[in-house]
DNA sequence: ATCCCGAGGG
DNA sequence: CCCTCTGGAT
């Protein structure tokens, strides 16, 4: 392994260590009863905050609890009730056409490698990952929009290209922490990390920051 | 005016 | 690489 990526490696584990003495092991912010609502509550979570996203699904899992009864679904009735996530249109049709493949072509179960979950219409790599990571103990490393910055900002990764950095981190870390480390930086990015203005003062991982203020 | 656990299409 | 889709919070 050359010098740099050496550093990066050293430094990437740094932060794991520092992130989970103050987060431990990070619970999934979004809420769930069973691997099809996860998928549901992920596929909503597109730029949208998660809070926000699990006010919502409360109302739409008392009415479509599973694959089968979302699948018969009126797309009109959905849109009404996930409008407060935003990008409703297409999210309503998607999770009703995810259900309809799921319950046709994967036996209603969910399946469990990224080729397969990225087949089912609006999940893309991001929200594979965090499906692999959180029911199958896979090691997929989600990079959304926080853990993009946060590493961004750091100097570990200099590109906004999500496949990229996950790569690279595939590289880098053990990869039996890889879920909980894209969680660790979800919540830094959350807390500390801000996007528009960084609390650098009272980050606990700035001694090995790049762009700390 | 900018951002939120993005995906899909051009 | 770019763009659009979208409402709500800050």
Redesign the pocket.
């Given at each position: 392994m050359k010098v740099l990526e050496r550093r990066k490696d050293y430094i990437c584990v740094e932060i794991y260590r520092t992130l989970f003495s103050i987060y431990g092991k990070?619970k999934?912010?979004?809420f769930y009863r069973t691997p099809f609502q996860l998928l549901i509550s992920?596929?909503l979570?597109?730029?949208?905050?998660?809070?926000?996203v699990n006010k919502t699904v409360s109302g739409l899992f008392a009415k479509y609890p599973d694959s089968m009864a979302l699948s018969e679904a009126d797309v009109n009735e959905i849109e009404k009730i996930i409008?407060?996530?935003?990008?409703?249109?297409?999210?309503a049709k998607?999770i009703i056409n995810a259900a309809k493949k799921l319950n046709e072509e994967f036996g209603g179960e969910i399946p469990e490698t990224i080729e397969k979950l990225?087949e089912?219409?609006?999940?893309?790599?991001?929200?594979?990952n965090?499906i692999i990571s959180h029911l199958f103990d896979g090691y997929g490393f989600?990079v959304?929009?926080?853990v993009n910055?946060v590493l961004n900002r750091i100097g570990i990764v200099n590109?906004?290209?999500?496949y990229k950095i996950e790569m690279l981190i595939m590289k880098l870390m053990s990869h039996e922490s890889l879920g909980n480390f894209?969680?660790l930086l979800?919540m830094h990015?959350?807390n500390t990390c801000?996007?528009?203005t960084p609390k650098c003062p009272d980050c606990a991982i700035n001694n090995l920051c790049r762009k700390r203020l």
């Open positions: 990070v999934c912010p979004l992920v596929i979570s597109a730029q949208c905050t998660d809070e926000r409008k407060p996530i935003g990008l409703y249109k297409i999210k998607n990225t089912l219409p609006g999940v893309g790599r991001k929200t594979a965090v989600a959304d929009t926080h910055r590109t906004h290209n999500p894209s969680l979800i990015g959350r801000l996007a528009r």
